[in-house]
């Protein structure tokens, strides 16, 4: 298994509060991702990353912001949760190859996290 | 934009019976497809992909699918149902670009009867 971590792996929070969920990899890979999923709607990209301080939006960034001091750590917070982000939150990491960066992600266990 | 539809949310196969969980992508193009098994309270673990080549693509655990460019789809078939198949299966798309580009079905969870 990729060695991937999520913390905290479940977390209950009260609207209006921030939030930091934490991914840690021991693939130095170069790529990292955070995804939330959701009943009929699959995984949606949040927001990834593709090096050291290099962020870049997904397709649903609202609400959310990233950081990337270290290779090893991408970090997602909620600046002030909302219950619209309760949600399972996932982390996948992933290397480029070739020309067309064909690569398979690798996916933490992930972050069940209910705003109340 | 660019989509990825799994036809059915919920899929019932006895056990020993032929699985098949539907994928059609929405682009003239064909993208990269891959297909995800999600098993309760757990990540993605990537079943297989299809690249370029041969277009029968096997898989762990005695998956296949077959990518058709001209019905745009790429169906996931097992001969003979597990038990222990009993997750959900989300197929996905990179059409173009990096893995950030990759589009996600919404999943079709597949329930084995003994």
């Known amino acids: 298994d990729a060695g991937i971590t999520q913390s905290p792996r479940h977390k209950v929070t009260e609207t209006g509060t921030p939030v930091t969920l934490r991914c840690h990899q021991t693939?130095?890979?170069?790529?990292m991702y955070w995804y939330r999923q959701d009943p009929g709607h699959g995984l949606r990209l949040i927001h990834y990353?593709?090096?050291?301080?290099?962020?870049d939006k997904g397709e649903v960034s609202d609400g959310y912001s990233v950081s990337r001091s270290k290779t090893e750590d991408f970090l997602l917070t909620l600046e002030s949760a909302t219950s619209s982000q309760t949600s399972v939150y996932f982390c996948?990491?992933?290397?480029?190859?070739?020309?067309?960066?064909?690569?398979?992600?690798?996916f933490g266990q992930g972050t069940r996290l209910t705003v109340v | 934009a660019q989509s990825v539809t799994q036809l059915g949310s919920h899929v019932s196969v006895s056990e020993g019976a032929l699985v098949l969980l539907r994928c059609n992508y929405s682009?003239?193009?064909?993208?990269?497809l891959f297909w995800y098994v999600q098993y309760p309270n757990q990540g993605l673990q990537l079943l297989l992909k299809y690249t370029t080549g041969a277009t029968l693509v096997k898989g762990i655990n005695g998956f296949e699918a077959e990518f058709k460019k001209s019905e745009t789809s790429f169906h996931l078939t097992k001969p003979s149902a597990h038990m222990s198949d009993a997750a959900e299966y989300f197929c996905?798309?990179?059409?173009?670009?990096?893995?950030?580009?990759?589009?996600f079905g919404t999943g079709t969870k597949l329930q084995v009867i003994p």
């Open positions: 996905a798309a990179q059409y173009s670009g990096g893995y950030q580009k990759v589009t």
């Open positions: 693939e130095n890979h170069r790529y």
């Open positions: 990353s593709y090096g050291v301080k290099d962020t």
């Open positions: 682009s003239s193009v064909p993208p990269y």
């Open positions: 996948a990491i992933s290397e480029s190859i070739g020309e067309r960066d064909v690569t398979e992600a690798f």
